[in-house]
């Protein structure tokens, strides 16, 4: 079973910041938090992944929080392309198959 | 980055039929690979994982000798469909991971009809 819990849906202004939440509250000490979104009809995309502290990329910003409960990607300009699926995914970096969630659908609207 | 490439895209076959689909890494060897099934409005479902120069392993409920895996290099897995059902249409997706990365990387899926 996905340990991550999302959404399923959002919406989001283009041009906007689109927040999307994820709760892992069972969580162990040495898993990562990783985002992936999946736009339709392709395999999913790796988008950044996090320990413990925040960490910006080109395509996101992820901010944990201190108990690593919970996380939030950041896209800070949405634009049309970014709808997708995105699902936030737990994992020990140990080279095993990932476990995917229901994911959050994100639509960006003009 | 890391490329994962699988072929093709998509395939039309006809009900009893075999279907076979590849699934390449680029630019790293994958010892392990990975192979999802997405039916329509449903998240990825893990099917089985490939492992080179051995058997692959299965998830319950997933008929092995259904879906044929085969891992014989260290940058090709293989994904046979034998019998091809109508039910058997759905999106099929593979991965892998580089040892050298931590990320996954995951090829364009094929999306498979059986007519």
């Known amino acids: 079973d996905a340990k991550t819990t999302q959404p399923p849906s959002m919406d989001c202004a283009e041009g906007r910041a689109a927040n999307l939440p994820c709760n892992h509250s069972t969580i162990s000490g040495n898993e990562y938090v990783y985002w992936y979104r999946q736009i339709h009809s392709q395999g999913p995309q790796y988008i950044i992944h996090g320990l413990k502290n925040n960490e910006t990329n080109e395509m996101a910003s992820l901010i944990i929080t201190e108990d690593r409960k919970s996380s939030t990607l950041i896209l800070p300009h949405a634009t049309l392309r970014d709808t997708a699926v995105y699902y936030c995914i737990v994992d020990n970096n140990a080279g095993n198959m990932l476990t995917f969630g229901g994911g959050t659908r994100l639509m960006v609207k003009p | 980055g890391a490329v994962v490439s699988q072929h093709p895209s998509w395939v039309i076959c006809k009900s009893g039929t075999s279907v076979k689909i590849e699934c390449r890494s680029l630019d790293f060897q994958a010892t392990t690979m990975f192979w999802y099934r997405q039916f329509p409005k449903q998240s990825l479902m893990l099917m089985a994982t490939?492992?080179?120069?051995?058997?692959?392993?299965?998830e319950q409920g997933v008929e092995k000798d259904k879906f044929l895996i085969n891992h014989a290099s260290l940058t090709l897995s293989t994904l046979t469909v034998t019998s091809a059902h109508p039910e058997d249409s759905s999106f099929y997706i593979c991965?892998?991971?580089?040892?050298?990365?931590?990320?996954?990387?995951f090829g364009q899926g094929t999306r498979l009809t059986v007519v």
């Open positions: 991965s892998a991971r580089n040892s050298g990365t931590t990320e996954a990387f």
């Open positions: 490939s492992n080179e120069g051995s058997k692959a392993t299965y």
